[in-house]
């Protein structure tokens, strides 16, 4: 079989997201059920009560005290929770099905809110006061129930309740997903219903009303989208009008926006947000644009853009009814000219350039002090796409039909592989992994691949698969895998697949030491440090050295 050689910037899996280095609890999968373990092995939930636990804090600067999870308790499982270290009179009044509170709940300062066509009656909602504080329990313990209220009444699944890091459950059970806003310390809940609900991080509500969509404000407060009802399907209005939600007061900017357009939230004090026009005898929702408005709901430039994304650092990208793209500053003004396609804008202050893009290929590498171009890459004889987007390690990756390079932030090529008589070479990347690539050899199930710097010099063994888990200070950590294949026969053509049950996974450094032999038929990377894998029938957390910190036989 013809041999080729590509270069494989490294895979990241998706599950890495969620697993930033914090010394929080681990969530882990078993045959019985999900778990949560202490870094060191020791259970803080009891195997075989919850369907599931997911973590839901994705920001690597939350302490681990406050690392919030999911929980679906186990059909199988007692109704009757373990309470969180709380008097038993501090019960928490729960939202009605509506989203709405009950009307003696004891939720501190209430306010009710009615538009003149009536749009929101019936609604009530609970703000702290201005102070930040309120007459409502800070804590609470789980309202006891006589019902299945963790499971849909049809029977298709397990509704959430939010956890902490004790592993103490801090809701019922009425949530399909949360969102945790580490940085205003608010929860967003989503429930079966389309609505969310603002909570604290102990589960207490801030904020519950008929809201399609909630986000922080950045000064205690939120924005919120209230749709015009249902329609005869059930499904919310098209359009909702934005309210600005703040010490009690309720204030509608007068912008309607698009009900499946959700708030993206505030990044330098600014937020995009999709504007519409609706029609309230029609019930219909025009076009619209996306404008940026301010902490207090202000429209900031009075502008409309068909595209717009939230501020990175000093720069937003912002496209015209053509869609020509640009770079806006924080007053709304257009800092481009030139006809680029789309922007990789990075960080701000992390020494990288800005990537523009053009539509025809090719692109630009332009200096974020003085927007100038630092270097200017064009399509090249034989090439009929070009384009360049940012890697976490201070590179450029450059992608044509011909092949893959890597730039400085100066625009130097560091290393270059092409594979022009190939049309079966592919390219991914990862962020955070300084230093190395992932070269490969071959086609298809019969490639191997190995680590190497960018002298391409060789740092590991060649295995049949290898992609990036995570990448802190100056060391790395790779997952391998390895597996047998076997004849398989596709209309009289022998071809050869991997035999299903014949993965083993394994993990080695940055230099391709061996942390854990291929010895394991199911991984899961956790955290830095520690792994949770399968042998037969066996599940264990094992540390980097190889110990084995909790075991399972299932």
Not at 177 to 192: K, R
Not at 250 to 272: A, H, I, K, N, R
Request: charged share 20%; hydrophobic share 35%.
């Amino acid at each position: 079989m013809k041999r080729t050689l590509a270069l494989i910037l490294c895979l990241t899996l998706l599950a890495l997201g969620a697993a930033a280095e914090s010394g929080a609890p681990l969530a882990v999968d078993t045959d019985e059920g999900g778990l949560l373990l202490t870094r060191e092995g020791v259970p803080l939930t009891a195997l075989g009560q919850y369907a599931t636990i997911a973590r839901i804090t994705y920001d690597e600067s939350c302490p681990a005290d406050r690392v919030l999870y999911a929980a679906a308790l186990s059909e199988n499982a007692a109704l009757s929770q373990p309470e969180a270290d709380t008097p038993a009179d501090q019960v928490e009044q729960w939202p009605q099905d509506d989203g709405s509170l009950p009307e003696d709940a004891d939720m501190g300062q209430v306010s009710d809110t009615e538009w003149e066509d009536g749009s929101l009656e019936g609604g009530t909602s609970f703000y702290p006061e201005e102070n930040g504080a309120s007459d409502a329990p800070e804590t609470q313990q789980i309202p006891s129930t006589e019902n299945d209220l963790g499971f849909f009444e049809d029977g298709s699944g397990a509704c959430l309740a939010l956890m902490n890091a004790k592993g103490e459950v801090l809701t019922d059970y009425l949530y399909l997903s949360f969102v945790h806003d580490v940085a205003n310390a608010v929860v967003f809940a989503y429930d079966m219903d389309g609505y969310v609900t603002a909570l604290d991080e102990t589960g207490r509500v801030l904020l519950a009303g008929g809201y399609a969509s909630l986000v922080s404000d950045g000064n205690g407060g939120y924005f919120g989208m209230m749709p015009e009802g249902t329609d005869e399907n059930g499904n919310l209005q098209a359009a909702s009008r934005l309210l600005h939600i703040s010490q009690g007061n309720v204030t509608d900017t007068g912008l309607w926006t698009g009900t499946y357009e959700p708030l993206v939230g505030f990044s330098q004090g600014l937020m995009c947000v999709y504007v519409c026009s609706y029609d309230q005898q029609t019930g219909q929702a025009g076009n619209g644009g996306y404008h940026y408005i301010d902490s207090t709901g202000t429209d900031a430039f009075g502008k409309e853009f068909s595209y717009a994304s939230n501020f990175q650092g000093a720069f937003a990208e912002v496209e015209d009814a053509e869609g020509q793209a640009y770079l806006i500053d924080k007053t709304g003004n257009y800092l481009t000219t030139d006809e680029y396609s789309y922007f990789d804008l990075g960080a701000e202050n992390d020494g990288m350039p800005i990537v523009a893009n053009r539509g025809e290929g090719g692109f630009d590498l332009i200096s974020k002090d003085s927007l100038q171009p630092i270097a200017q890459f064009a399509l090249q004889p034989g090439q009929t796409s070009l384009y360049a987007y940012l890697s976490g390690d201070g590179l450029v990756v450059a992608t044509s039909d011909t092949g893959v390079t890597l730039l400085s932030a100066q625009g130097e090529t560091l290393y270059s592989a092409s594979d022009e008589s190939s049309a079966h070479a592919w390219y991914s990347y990862s962020d955070g992994t300084p230093g190395r690539i992932i070269l490969s050899q071959g086609e298809g199930y019969q490639a191997l691949s190995c680590l190497a710097d960018y002298t391409g010099a060789e740092k590991s063994a060649w295995y049949q698969d290898i992609s990036a888990l995570s990448w802190t200070g100056d060391q790395g950590r790779y997952l391998v895998v390895a597996y047998e294949l076997a004849d398989t026969q596709y209309d009289g053509e022998t071809v050869q697949e991997p035999v299903a049950d014949s993965y083993r996974y394994g993990v080695i450094d940055q230099d391709g030491n061996v942390i854990l032999e291929t010895n394991y038929d199911y991984f899961n990377y956790l955290d830095s440090g520690r792994y949770w894998v399968g042998q037969g029938n066996t599940l264990m957390l094992m540390d980097e050295n190889g110990n084995e910190l909790y075991r399972l036989e299932n």
